[in-house]
């Protein structure tokens, strides 16, 4: 069975930094990418960013472009997402997904939450003014 588990969300001021972690278990992490999608209140939930199973590519919505940054380590099943300038407009429940499909590039399918089978349980990241 496939699990993960976020962990780093926290208050912090504008301007502020976070990071992430997610980590999984019950696939080979190494074979599959990742990605992170986040939920506002009463918004849905939208894409924030996606790696792909070896770390050599991200993509990134263009709200957070320039100032997240996804990497990955496959020694440690984990994924990490840097959270950096953070903006009011970033608060959110962040949630990391694990692909479905074994090796696939990372192409704009990857921002479709359809393309990933599993789900952590969400972080909650809140930017004061």
């Known amino acids: 069975q496939v699990q993960l588990v976020e962990s780093g969300g926290g208050l912090v001021q504008a301007g502020g930094s976070l990071r992430l972690s997610c980590a999984a278990s019950?696939?080979?992490?190494?074979?599959?990418?990742m990605g992170w999608f986040r939920q506002a209140p009463g918004k849905e939930r939208e894409f924030v960013a996606a790696?792909?199973?070896?770390?050599?590519?991200?993509d990134y919505a263009e709200s957070v472009q320039g100032r997240f940054t996804l990497s990955r380590d496959n020694a440690k099943n984990t994924v990490y997402l840097q959270m950096n300038s953070l903006k009011p407009g970033d608060t959110a429940v962040y949630y990391c997904?694990?692909?479905?499909?074994?090796?696939?590039?990372?192409?704009?399918?990857?921002?479709?939450?359809?393309?990933?089978?599993?789900w952590g349980q969400g972080t909650q990241v809140t930017v004061s003014s």
């Open positions: 997904a694990i692909q479905a499909v074994y090796r696939t590039s990372i192409t704009p399918l990857m921002r479709q939450q359809a393309r990933y089978d599993y």
């Open positions: 019950g696939r080979t992490f190494s074979n599959y990418g």
């Open positions: 790696i792909n199973w070896s770390g050599s590519t991200t």
